[in-house]
Each structure stands twice: as structure tokens, then as C-alpha cells.
């Protein structure tokens, strides 16, 4: 990551949200030094509750093969195709065969709410998760991504939109918790207007983060506008020192 970007976004994190969690990247590699930093599967454990340790500024990969939730192996791209059993799994189970989560009514809410998305496919053999300020030099985000309160939310959130006239330069689709953070936010780095995407509704999720916490995820372009503009932006302003006091 360049070096300046990363200097500068640090030192103005530091001023104006004094006390809390830096940002971690998101990027895919397939460099084999990642293989040191794998999360071996543990059971069926849900991947969210891998990134705690990033917050800390420990660097976490993962891989196909270590990743024990279904969703989250789709969700991460290394396998981009629906389980046949997701939209039994998402709604009302099976009898006698899988319990649903019954976060839709039916299957077929579940296969037409997520007819128009497609699943991009991994861009490496590694999904590497760093804080930013352990990232290397050979080290570039494809996303960053936040979990913090709503304080420091509400401020991303006005960060996002604040060089934008578009209402919607946040959006929070129904989304697993790796979704959010990972299958969302790189599907927007494609596009010529990206948006943030807000998240870590899952009910599944959340006993694997902080019960303040929600999840913000941008691609690193808007990243880079956000990073530019927070000496010019609300974080200035007597409002903000009046929530900056209760980080």
C-alpha cells in the first residue's frame, strides 16, 4: 500500500476517532507466505469469528479448504456457485433433515431476492485480512473495512457520501456477515461510482462480534476519497468534537 496514503489516513484516524479500531484490508494473494498465517477449521465455525484477531493487528488468511461454513467459502469467491440446500438453509429449513435460519419466509423468496447478484470468484488462492497499519509495502487493499460502533459508523457513513450526489452512496442489502464484508464491497470495486456497504445484521454473525459493533466495508478507491476529504469534512466541525468526546 502506498505508504503516504497510509501514513496520512493513520495520523487523521488518530485525531479525530482518538481511542479506536483502525480499519483492516481485504485483498486476495497467491503469494505462499500466507500459508503461515491459514485459520485451520474449527468445527463449523463461522469465518466472522477470525477477524477479531485482525482488530488486534494479528494478519489472518484464509483458503478454501479452511473456511467450515458453506456461505462463507461462496461468499469469499473461492467457490461461486449456490449450495442447492441455501435457500432451504436462509428460510425454513427442512423437516427432519436442517434447521433454517428463517431469515425469509420461503425457499422461493430466497432464489428470487438473490436472482440479480452474482458471486464474484476469488482473485487468488489466499483472502488475506490485515490492519491497515501492518500492511506491507507489496500489499495493496481491495477493500477496507471497519467494525466499530455507531458513533464512529455514523461518520464513515457521511465520509462515503460526502463528495457524492447520490443519496444511496451506502447501501445495506440482506446479506450474510462475509458478504458484507467481503462478497458486497469487492462487486462494488468494479464499478465507476462504487458504494460503501453497511452489514453485520446476520443474526448467524453476530455472537461472533462485538454487540456494538456493525461492519463498514468500501472498496479501496472510495476508501481513498474518504481518506482525502476528512480534513475538509464534518470531523472538523463542532458536531463532531461533541460525539468525538464519547469514543
Known amino acids: 500500500m502506498d505508504a503516504q496514503l497510509k501514513d496520512k489516513f493513520i495520523e487523521n484516524w488518530g485525531r479525530y476517532f482518538p481511542g479506536t479500531d483502525l480499519p483492516f484490508a481485504l485483498f486476495y494473494s497467491e503469494d505462499e507466505r500466507y500459508w503461515n498465517d491459514l485459520r485451520p477449521q474449527e468445527g463449523f465455525r463461522c469465518m466472522i469469528a477470525h477477524f477479531s484477531p485482525v482488530l488486534k493487528g494479528q494478519r489472518v488468511a484464509f483458503a478454501e479448504e479452511t ?58 488462492r489466499f483472502l488475506v485480512a490485515s490492519r491497515l497499519d501492518r500492511l506491507e509495502t507489496d500489499e495493496t487493499p481491495e477493500v477496507v473495512a471497519w467494525l466499530a460502533p455507531p458513533d464512529v459508523i455514523s461518520a464513515l457513513f457521511h465520509l462515503a457520501a460526502f463528495h457524492s450526489t447520490d443519496r444511496s452512496s451506502v447501501i445495506s442489502p440482506q446479506s450474510s456477515g462475509c458478504g458484507a464484508l467481503i462478497n458486497f464491497p469487492m462487486a462494488e470495486k468494479e464499478k465507476e461510482h462504487p458504494r460503501a456497504i453497511l452489514g453485520m445484521f446476520d443474526i448467524s454473525a453476530r455472537p461472533y462480534v462485538r454487540k456494538d459493533h456493525l461492519s463498514f466495508a468500501v472498496p479501496l478507491s472510495l476508501f481513498k476519497e474518504m481518506a482525502s476529504n476528512m480534513e475538509e469534512s464534518f470531523l472538523i466541525t463542532e458536531s463532531w468534537e461533541r460525539v468525538k468526546k464519547r469514543l
Open 67 to 124: 473456511i467450515a461454513c458453506p456461505g462463507g467459502v461462496r461468499y469469499s469467491g473461492f467457490h461461486t456457485e449456490p449450495d442447492p440446500g441455501l435457500k432451504h438453509f436462509l428460510s425454513c429449513g427442512i423437516p427432519g433433515e436442517m434447521e433454517g435460519l428463517r431469515l425469509k419466509k420461503t425457499p422461493e423468496l430466497v432464489e428470487e431476492s438473490s436472482g440479480d447478484h452474482t458471486v464474484a470468484k476469488a482473485g487468488g
